[in-house]
């Protein structure tokens, strides 16, 4: 049976269906409309992923059911338009769960004049097919020795839900941060895009330096630059210690130079360096492009030890698709670079033979000063998607890797290209 009154935390991540089962997408949040007039807000429609990630907006009158496991749209045409937040338009998840509210309600006396948390929106369909939201779910601090419980009040009970302050920053994450438990960081990252910046730098304050540099990394250079700006500085300069030091170098290339050095006089000077290095070069050479951390063995390593490092869950699977040797010590700028070994020949060797006896030494490394146009031709010649760095004196520099080359050949709009043609909604 159909449900006209309903949750909306347990309306995130149901199916989509058209009238005809096809599946559509899975529900991410509820637009909602709050007034100044303390009257019950009105349901506009769901923000809808679809199966490329892009969200778009339905309507709420095009659904038909609401049922477990699944949302049934009266049509299977939607637009594919992205969603574009509306003045006046809230996200129930991701805007008004966690604000800060007060309950005047004589059967809650334990709540009068408290700050209680909003957990959840309760909406409910009325006779004329709108959707209100008519209760909300509330959590008041935790206790000592007591588990924090959950109350349902009216809408009219609550005060402190007005566009002006859940705009007030300080506002908790908790929903936000469960919802992108286990995503990519590239998904994150266009997720925090989509927000408010009050509450993309809420987010920010709120993720580990790890997760927070691995979310920035994904964004544009601008956003970048806007997002680092909201943290303090000494948290900003943590931020840069945790991120790849190519794309550290690439974020404080685009800021002035004199906070670019501030920024560089606080972080560890192990993780400054490298990064130092890099901003020596131009940003569309081959020494701008590298990473100077990529996989780097002696020619005494075995391969079964190669392929342990080529493991590594942080590699991204162009560096882990070739390791380079070298002579002591390891650490860029290397000892003499001797050669590469791809990482499908390291599947075809017996695990216990080194890897100095399977050198491919006919590969020409790349010069740090090669212009992008070079470094691309370099990886079309030779069928790569890494390649090493080296410098006049056959010291290994570092590693491009394709994602590095693309990053620069793509426009930089280019994570909105696929909108370009499609703002607004129908």
């Avoid at 008041?140 to 007591?146: F, Y």
């Avoid at 900003?236 to 690439?250: N, T």
Wanted: charged share 25%; net charge negative.
């Amino acid at each position: 049976m159909a449900a006209t009154r309903v949750y909306v935390a347990r309306l995130a991540g149901l199916v989509v269906l058209g009238p005809d089962g096809e599946s559509i997408g899975r529900i991410r949040d509820v637009v909602v409309a709050i007034r100044y007039d303390r009257q019950q807000p009105r349901v506009h429609g769901l923000v809808v992923e679809l199966p490329t990630r892009r969200r778009i907006f339905v309507p709420i009158l095009r659904v038909t059911a609401i049922e477990p496991g699944m949302v049934t749209l009266n049509t299977g045409t939607v637009s594919l338009r992205r969603f574009t937040q509306r003045p006046g338009e809230l996200l129930a998840l991701a805007q008004i769960a966690d604000s800060v509210v007060r309950v005047q309600d004589p059967d809650l006396p334990d709540l009068v004049g408290v700050d209680v948390h909003v957990v959840d929106l309760g909406i409910e369909q009325t006779r004329s097919r709108d959707w209100l939201v008519t209760r909300l779910a509330v959590r008041g601090h935790r206790r000592l020795g007591r588990r924090r419980t959950v109350h349902v009040v009216d809408w009219t009970r609550v005060s402190g839900l007005t566009p002006y302050e859940i705009g007030k920053p300080g506002q908790d994450v908790t929903q936000l941060l469960e919802q992108f438990e286990g995503m990519r960081a590239a998904d994150v990252a266009q997720m925090l895009r989509e927000l408010p910046e009050k509450r993309r730098v809420e987010v920010a304050v709120a993720l580990d330096d790890e997760r927070l540099a691995d979310v920035v990394q994904e964004l544009p250079d601008d956003e970048q630059v806007e997002l680092l700006s909201h943290l303090e500085v000494r948290r900003a300069a943590d931020v840069l210690e945790a991120m790849d030091p190519d794309d550290a170098a690439d974020l404080l290339g685009e800021l002035p130079e004199s906070e670019a050095e501030s920024l560089l006089a606080l972080m560890d000077p192990q993780e400054s360096e490298p990064v130092r290095r890099l901003l020596e070069h131009s940003p569309y050479s081959a020494g701008g492009l590298m990473t100077p951390k990529p996989v780097i063995l002696t020619p005494s390593t075995t391969v079964a030890e190669a392929l342990a490092r080529v493991r590594n869950p942080d590699l991204t699977p162009a560096l882990a698709s070739m390791v380079f040797v070298v002579r002591p010590p390891t650490a860029t700028p290397t000892g003499r670079y001797l050669g590469s070994v791809h990482i499908q020949q390291l599947l075809r060797e017996p695990p216990a033979h080194l890897v100095g006896g399977i050198l491919d030494t006919d590969l020409s490394p790349l010069r740090p000063e090669l212009p992008l146009a070079a470094v691309t031709r370099y990886f079309a010649t030779y069928n790569l998607v890494c390649g090493p760095v080296v410098d006049e004196e056959n010291h290994l520099l570092g590693a491009v890797s394709v994602d590095d080359v693309l990053d620069h050949l793509l426009p930089e709009d280019w994570r909105d290209q696929e909108a370009n043609d499609e703002r607004g909604r129908a």
